[in-house]
């Protein structure tokens, strides 16, 4: 008797273990995505997503945006988590974080990524785009394809160009219609050489400053005047502390997203395509709604009656195309033929 229920209790420990480990018979477990960067999340891949500016901007819209539709695409195995306003990072103090994959993915505006690539100074060229269209041609086109090439050079995998508008000037001081009403003013710009030298060109005080800092900067007068585009200038309330802005286009402030190359390339190829299907589908939203939200912003600032507005005439434009000539002399040979020669045959269509 005692035999055979030790033989009873051997087939049914048998018959258990070979439901668990399984005979082919059992639902399949769902696949664990690894994160060997986390520890401790290793069920799902947690991204961390750093992005200096308000939550109600086009940058900052389009990252929520992003973070959902992943959630959505790999069904919540991939998890993008958003951290605006610099809370993490100075733009500048992105890159590194980047590289230490500390965050995973950021969206620098062009201007910031000169510093690390200084191919990317075309994007700075004044008045180098007349409209949005030019912009799109140069994203989708071989200007696009060179930087994201060049910046691959540097460890990193650009997967999307973003845009937000063309960029106005503020100031405190008067109102800027010609080249000589900028003279000795002092204006905070972005790290960019070439933004840098702009205002050098002209007789202006160029200060760098992190985006952070601009609303204190102007509020305290350490500065007369900065340059941006109607969201940020909006957002972040600079309009309240300037008296004169000048609707010029000067410059067009777009974005590269950007991931660690090494970082990507490690994530499953399922979830690579699903963050760039969401990307995608991001972008081309961005496309039809950043001027959209910019217009708004100018709409709400005209209404705010804190700024005298100038806008800035075709004539005008022509007069300080001419006088920032230089900036295209010295950046044309920085930046290098292969780009110029795209520039010119844009400019040329
Ligand atoms: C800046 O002025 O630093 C901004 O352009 C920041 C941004 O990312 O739009």
């Known amino acids: 008797m005692k035999g055979l ?37 290793n069920e799902k891949y947690l991204l961390r997503f750093s992005h200096v500016v308000a939550e109600n901007t086009p940058k900052g819209l389009a990252a929520s945006m992003f973070a959902q539709l992943v959630r959505e695409k790999t069904d919540g195995w991939v998890e993008v988590q958003v951290f605006p306003n610099a809370m993490l990072y100075e733009a500048q103090d992105e890159f590194d974080a980047l590289m230490r994959n500390d965050i995973h993915i950021i969206a620098p505006a062009l201007s910031e990524v000169s510093v ?11 008045y180098v785009f007349q409209n949005e269209q030019m912009v799109e041609a140069a994203f989708n086109g071989r200007i696009g394809e060179l930087l994201f090439e060049s910046i691959g050079d540097y460890g990193l995998h650009g997967i999307a160009f973003w845009d937000n508008g063309f960029k106005q000037f503020t100031n405190n001081i008067r109102p800027v219609v010609e080249p000589e009403d900028i003279k000795g003013l002092s204006v905070r710009v972005m790290p960019s050489e070439a933004l840098v030298d702009t205002y050098r060109v002209l007789d202006a005080k160029p200060r760098l400053f992190s985006f952070n800092e601009v609303y204190n900067v102007l509020s305290t007068g350490i500065v007369d005047g900065t340059e941006n585009t109607l969201s940020n200038i909006y957002s972040k309330g600079f309009y309240r502390q300037q008296k004169y802005m000048t609707v010029s286009n000067h410059n067009y402030l777009g974005y590269a997203v950007l991931m660690n190359s090494n970082f990507f390339h490690t994530l499953p190829v399922d979830y690579q395509n699903s963050i760039i299907e969401a990307m995608n589908e991001v972008t081309m939203w961005l496309r039809e709604h950043s001027k959209v939200i910019n ?10 009656g ?38 010119i045959k844009l400019q040329g269509k």
Not at 9 to 32: C, D, H, M, N, W
Not at 116 to 126: A, G, H
């Open 5 to 41: 229920i030790t033989i009873c209790s051997f087939l049914l420990v048998g018959i258990l273990t070979a439901y668990y480990i399984g005979f082919g018979f059992q639902e399949q477990p769902k696949p664990r995505a690894i994160d060997k960067e986390l520890e401790g999340l």
């Open 306 to 343: 804190q700024l005298e507005i100038h806008y800035q005439t075709e004539s005008e434009k022509k007069i300080w195309r001419q006088a920032l000539k230089p900036i295209y002399d010295k950046y044309g040979q920085i930046i290098g033929d292969e780009l110029m020669k795209e520039v």
């Open 295 to 304: 217009d708004e912003m100018l709409y709400r600032i005209e209404n705010s």
């Open 116 to 126: 690390l690539d200084r191919k990317w100074l075309v994007m700075d060229l004044p």
